[in-house]
């Protein structure tokens, strides 16, 4: 089905270090983007992948296509305390004809000073 | 930076009881959603709009739930006869097309 797993589910690191989350399906998507939700805000978008292989960066945030267009990866480096919070992947699987984007189960992230 | 806007921030009804949630998508944008999200659990698809119709809806969008854009700038999310497990937050998006999908801040609603 469109099930989107993200793992690990969540995850407590050290201000300063590196974080890798990833999020699989079994099927195919066309665009993954990655959100960051806040406790009691709404998803804020800090990638936009669109073709297999893409590798796209914003600041310290890094994030890939997977070539087999069943995954994509998220990239943190040197993790701040304001890196937490959940962050979501989603994909869309056009042409759909809605552009509707289903998200993935999420990974919390807590960062200790 | 344009915005979704979402209003009330904060809803709280009793069980059978009719809501309508507002939102105001970015002027520009032609495709809408509506997403819930159940405390702690992940954001689920409900519904998309597009030329005034709805275009996909999810098996949570059953007969109680209906969706209209009355006018030029407004969206909205109508619960018929609110039950207790409605309760969650309700996040309005929209869309250019393809391209990524642009939430507002919510709406918590509570159904007691």
């Known amino acids: 089905g469109q099930q989107l797993n993200q793992s690990p589910q969540s995850m407590f690191i050290q201000e300063g270090e590196d974080v890798s989350m990833n999020c699989t399906s079994s099927s195919i998507f066309n665009t993954w983007l990655w959100y960051k939700q806040d406790p009691g805000e709404g998803p804020v978008l800090l990638i936009a992948l669109y073709k297999a292989g893409e590798l796209t960066s914003n600041g310290r945030l890094t994030a890939q296509f997977g070539i087999t267009r069943k995954d994509s990866f998220l990239n943190i480096s040197a993790s701040i305390p304001s890196d937490v919070g959940i962050y979501f992947c989603?994909?869309?699987?056009?042409?759909?004809?809605?552009?509707?984007?289903?998200f993935g189960t999420g990974t919390r992230l807590k960062v200790l000073a | 930076e344009p915005e979704v806007t979402q209003t009330p921030s904060h809803q709280v009804t009793q069980m059978g009881q009719e809501v309508i949630l507002r939102c105001v998508p970015i002027?520009?944008?032609?495709?809408f959603y509506w997403y819930r999200q159940i405390l702690g659990q992940k954001v689920e698809f409900l519904v998309s709009f597009y030329n005034n119709e709805i275009s996909e809806k999810s098996e949570i969008f059953d007969d109680q739930f209906s969706v209209e854009r009355p006018d030029g700038s407004n969206f909205t999310l109508k619960i018929r006869s609110t039950k207790l497990e409605d309760s969650a937050m309700y996040f309005c998006?929209?869309?250019?097309?393809?391209?990524?999908?642009?939430f507002g801040n919510g709406t918590r609603l509570t159904v007691t």
């Open positions: 998006a929209s869309s250019e097309g393809a391209g990524p999908l642009h």
């Open positions: 989603a994909g869309q699987r056009a042409p759909s004809g809605t552009y509707k984007y289903i």
């Open positions: 002027s520009n944008h032609l495709y």
